[in-house]
T-cell receptor, first 114, second 113 residues
Framework: DSGVTQTPKHLITATGQRVTLRCSPRSGDLSVYWYQQSLDQGLQFLIQYYNGEERAKGNILERFSAQQFPDLHSELNLSSLELGDSALYFC?????????????FGSGTRLTVV | GESVGLHLPTLSVQEGDNSIINCAYSNSASDYFIWYKQESGKGPQFIIDIRSNMDKRQGQRVTVLLNKTVKHLSLQIAATQPGDSAVYFCAETGSGGYQKVTFGTGTKLQVIP
């Protein structure tokens, strides 16, 4: 157990639908990052939050949005889903503010859009 | 934009031999580099990191080498074991931590028993 919790582990939904992925960072970590990984592909950065505020944005589609709540958990919302959105979605947290720049990843949510 | 890439997508190594996984980066402002291991169905796992003021760092059976002159990073795994079979990603980031970590495309390491 890495300390980063992601739910659900698997999600199957139809095109056009909306889903919410949830992430609880490792205890004490203020930064949360979301990544998308398509089949046999690398990790594509989506968005970063620090202590509730958006800090950096990557190649995140307008159909996607995220937020980080006061208790530091984060949610990634994916709407108007398309087949191409099927992927593994990873959340990671870090304690860069305490000098630890390494990421701790959760086990991911596998999204299948049918 | 800036990118971090890997030279070889797949590497097959005999069990017991040493493995070397290479990575090129293009952002000269990067000052922190990380190697991650991702086993099938799992999230990436931190292996080892190195700062730009170093050229070598050793861990348990792993060594990371950094050549800033040619913007090259490598991960050496000694006495490769079947459990080392995974996809390895290099990653880079700038200072401050606000900046996102950019991952390379990954190299799949296959250990032949």
């Amino acid at each position: 157990d890495s300390g980063v919790t992601q739910t659900p582990k698997h999600l199957i939904t139809a095109t056009g639908q909306r889903v919410t992925l949830r992430c609880s960072p490792r205890s004490g970590d203020l930064s949360v990052y979301w990544y998308q990984q398509s089949l046999d592909q690398g990790l594509q950065f989506l968005i970063q939050y620090y202590n509730g505020e958006e800090r950096a944005k990557g190649n995140i589609l307008e159909r996607f949005s995220a937020q980080q709540f006061p208790d530091l958990h984060s949610e990634l919302n994916l709407s108007s889903l398309e087949l191409g959105d099927s992927a593994l979605y990873f959340c990671a947290s870090s304690a860069w503010d305490r000098g630890n720049y390494g990421y701790t990843f959760g086990s991911g949510t596998r999204l299948t859009v049918v | 934009g800036e990118s971090v890439g890997l030279h070889l997508p797949t590497l097959s190594v005999q069990e017991g031999d040493n493995s070397i996984i290479n990575c090129a980066y293009s952002n000269s402002a990067s000052d922190y580099f990380i190697w991650y291991k991702q086993e099938s169905g799992k999230g990436p796992q931190f292996i080892i990191d190195i700062r730009s003021n170093m050229d070598k760092r050793q861990g348990q059976r792993v060594t990371v080498l950094l050549n800033k002159t040619v913007k090259h990073l490598s991960l050496q795994i000694a006495a490769t074991q079947p459990g080392d079979s995974a996809v390895y990603f290099c990653a880079e980031t700038g200072s401050g931590g606000y900046q996102k970590v950019t991952f390379g495309t990954g190299t799949k390491l296959q250990v032949i028993p």
